[in-house]
């Protein structure tokens, strides 16, 4: 069975801090995966990571993936309380006749930064 | 501004009472899905399109419908709505069909007593 587990499920931590959020994966026919922010609303489109040990950076927010592993980690350097919210990862994978890949989501880590 | 807009954002109803979400993007996007989000089991697939010719079951399609008789629009309908499907609904548009760069909309909250 597919499946996305993210770890931890909640986080506590102090303005400044680093910290690292975990998605490891079991998926078939995988093809990539993805980071969202959900705050009150929508979950935003943070990354996408096709590519084994590249990382992807933007601002304070950077995403590696192992793919021999199977798992993904997103850091976050110098929390801000903006950064708190939901962390969604999810994994791509192709299995539609359609063409279409199925997306698989974890539960998320909520990530609260107290000024 | 480029968006995806979902009609209503709050609803309660009954058991059994139809009733439409809508759905609509302004990005000209081909590909547009739905998702329910629910505590403990994250987002998961209701059903998808491709573009206007193909529509396909997600991953829990059971009592839901859609149709997309338009690019933009991607209305979910409940034909009898039971409990169970009380939930946070999204739907979501990517230009490209089968890529995971979902813009979303701002979700439907939806009451089911």
């Known amino acids: 069975e597919d499946k996305v587990v993210q770890s931890p499920l909640s986080l506590v931590v102090h303005e400044g801090d680093t910290v690292t959020l975990n998605c490891s994966y079991e998926v078939t026919n995988f093809r990539s995966l993805l980071w969202y922010k959900q705050e009150k609303k929508a979950p935003t489109f943070l990354f996408m990571l096709t590519s084994s040990g590249i990382e992807k950076k933007s601002g304070r927010l950077s995403s590696i993936l192992d793919k021999k592993e199977l798992f993904s980690i997103l850091n976050i350097t110098a929390t801000q309380t903006g950064d708190s919210a939901v962390y969604l990862c999810a994994v791509e994978a192709s299995y539609s006749v359609h063409g279409a890949n199925n997306l698989f989501f974890g539960t998320g880590t909520r990530l609260t930064v107290i000024p | ?113």
């Open chain 2, 1 to 113: 501004e480029a968006q995806v807009t979902q009609n209503p954002r709050y609803l309660i109803t009954v058991t059994g009472k139809k009733l439409t979400v809508t759905c609509s993007q302004n990005m000209n996007h081909e590909y547009m899905s739905w998702y329910r989000q629910d505590p403990g089991l994250g987002l998961r697939q209701i059903y998808y399109s491709m573009n206007v010719e193909v529509t396909d079951k997600g991953d829990v399609p059971e009592g839901y419908k859609v149709s997309r008789k338009e690019k933009r629009n991607f209305p979910l309908i409940l034909e009898s709505p039971s409990p169970n499907q009380t939930s946070l609904y999204f739907c979501a548009s990517s230009f490209i069909p089968g890529t995971g760069e979902l813009f979303f909309g701002e979700g439907s909250r939806l009451t089911v007593l």
